[in-house]
């Protein structure tokens, strides 16, 4: 079945830093791409996706480019804030006709004033 | 649109007792997800609905686990007897399902602690 790697936490930023949290993936065929954000004591958010090899999904300042070579959908924001504390999973979509989504471990972002 | 609902928001039961939780997905969304969050790792899925059928159950632990979704919609997840194991947050989430461009919405989860 499809597996999701992603970076160890915690991750710990000053802010205005630069963020990147990695995550590969293992799946049949190309599955679509999602990187879901989790804020304290709330649900899971989507905060963006690719749905084929070099799209670039975007939000909030937050960018990922589906890399089919390296197997690849590392997340990236040049200025973090400490508003963008919170739990990053990576995620995989596929499944043929029924479509499932496996996650990564989550990595936890603090960001200090 | 109204978001994907879940309640109890938090529940503590001791372990043997049994409990359930309830979802109502967002209106007109064919497939639910029942996914389990345990603390410090990713959700992991549960079982997976297309209107009220089940298409996939394969990690659900059959022998105290038990879902259903009547008339496609509402779902309800039971633990019958819980062990302390179980303690996780539950997660419902829903999609109109089917294609890849369809990401999935997720409720805000029912936090379960087993003593």
């Known amino acids: 079945g499809d597996s999701v790697t992603q970076m160890e936490g915690p991750v710990t930023l000053s802010e205005e830093a630069f963020l990147t949290i990695n995550c590969t993936y293992t799946?049949?065929?190309?599955?679509?791409l999602f990187w879901y954000v989790q804020y304290p004591g709330e649900g899971l958010q989507l905060l963006l996706k690719?749905?084929?090899?070099?799209d670039k999904g975007s939000n909030k300042g937050f960018e990922a480019t589906y890399r089919k070579e390296t197997t690849s959908f590392h997340l990236e924001k040049g200025s973090v804030q400490v508003s963008d504390s919170a739990v990053y999973f990576c995620?995989?979509?596929?499944?043929?006709?029924?479509?499932?989504?496996?996650f990564g471990k989550g990595t936890l972002l603090t960001v200090n004033p | 649109e109204a978001g994907v609902a879940q309640s109890p928001r938090y529940k503590i039961i001791e372990k043997r007792q049994s409990v359930a939780f309830w979802c109502n997905p967002i209106?007109?969304?064919?497939?639910l997800y029942w996914y389990q969050q345990i603390l410090g790792q990713g959700p992991k899925l549960l079982i997976q609905?297309?209107?009220?059928?089940?298409?996939?159950d394969s990690q659900l632990p059959k022998d105290r686990f038990s879902a259903e979704r009547l008339k496609g919609v509402d779902s309800t997840l039971k633990i019958q007897p819980a062990k302390l194991e179980d303690s996780a947050v539950y997660l419902c989430?829903?999609?109109?399902?089917?294609?890849?461009?369809?990401?999935?919405?997720f409720g805000n989860g029912t936090r379960l602690t087993v003593t």
């Open positions: 989430a829903s999609t109109p399902g089917g294609t890849a461009n369809s990401p999935l919405h």
């Open positions: 799946a049949t065929g190309y599955p679509s």
């Open positions: 690719a749905t084929k090899a070099d």
């Open positions: 995620a995989a979509y596929s499944g043929g006709s029924n479509y499932k989504l496996t």
């Open positions: 209106s007109g969304h064919a497939t």
């Open positions: 609905f297309q209107n009220n059928g089940v298409v996939d």
